[in-house]
């Protein structure tokens, strides 16, 4: 058997336990969570939201469904409620909008009293390959960036106190790994410098980004060691990772009973819109990592990278 059959073994044995764990209820003393625990969901109409959606409220969780259309998560949501899933609403969400960020904290403020588990799910890609324009690499880092940073610094005053702490999940991609063999920057200082949890700063994933789309827009992106295909998307999943290790430093300073830790976690290759429907892993073995991390009984995990319920490394 070859590497990548023992690869693929693995992974299908991974997945068949992964499985099995799901049918094993939470017992009493692990469900930290009643229905009176809210979940928001960003991009929950379609995909692995909308499975990350369905598994919670199946966990009992009341579920926020947001989705750019109104409309449609509203549909989204009516199909839930027809499956035996209550608990659930929806309101209109746009993360690239700072007034409709603005709006639904409002909103979600006045109805709901704030969060208590946030799920980064919303995401665009248009790369499937070594091509990239100007107007989707901007897109890209907008909405899988900027776009879950605008929902975490917006989220955060409304997160409820909790001897279990808050929690917030980003939806990212192996791609954006900094040591990934296959994928990765290749400047070994820059590389060294978003490694460094001690002097990673905000300003540095920004100025990385803006050096990325200076480059993508002049046209010498290719020369500076950027990851040759998915491109944009990896960079853009490469800033979430960081900024999900430099928060969770930021946020480990709160004090006991307002907690939030947050952490990361890749789907895999999942049959869905944004591949084209040309992935290899269910939604519901997409979406299990996600719900794992919102719902994981111990505490103080935070500013980890997961896939397949494994933490791995950034």
Known sequence: MGHKEKSKDRKDKRLQQI?????????????????ETIAVVTGGNRGIGFEICRQLA????????TSRDAGVGVESVKVLQEGGFMEVASHQLNILDSESVDQFAEWLKEN??????????????????????????????DTNYYGTKRM???????????????????????????????????????????SDDESLTEELIDETLSTFMQQV??????????????????VSKLAVNVYTRHMARKLSEREEGQKIYINCYCPGWVKTALTDYTGSVTVEEGADTGVWLSLLPEQAITGKFFAERREIHF
């Open 58 to 65: 199946d966990h009992g969780v009341t579920v926020i469904l």
């Open 217 to 234: 827009e002049d046209g010498s992106w290719k020369t500076h060691g950027w990851p040759q295909i998915f491109t944009d998307y990896a």
């Open 152 to 194: 975490i610094e917006a989220m955060i005053p409304l997160m409820k106190p909790s001897a279990a702490g808050a929690r917030i999940v980003n939806v990212t991609s192996r791609v954006g790994r900094l040591n990934g063999k296959r994928h990765r920057i290749e400047n070994d200082d820059l590389r060294e410098r978003l």
């Open 19 to 35: 499985s099995l764990l799901r049918t094993i209820p939470y017992s009493d003393h692990q469900r930290w969570w009643s229905k």
């Open 112 to 141: 709901y009293g704030g969060l208590d588990i946030l799920v980064n799910n919303a995401g665009v890609n248009f790369n499937h390959g070594s091509d990239m324009t100007v107007e989707n690499a901007r897109k890209v880092i």
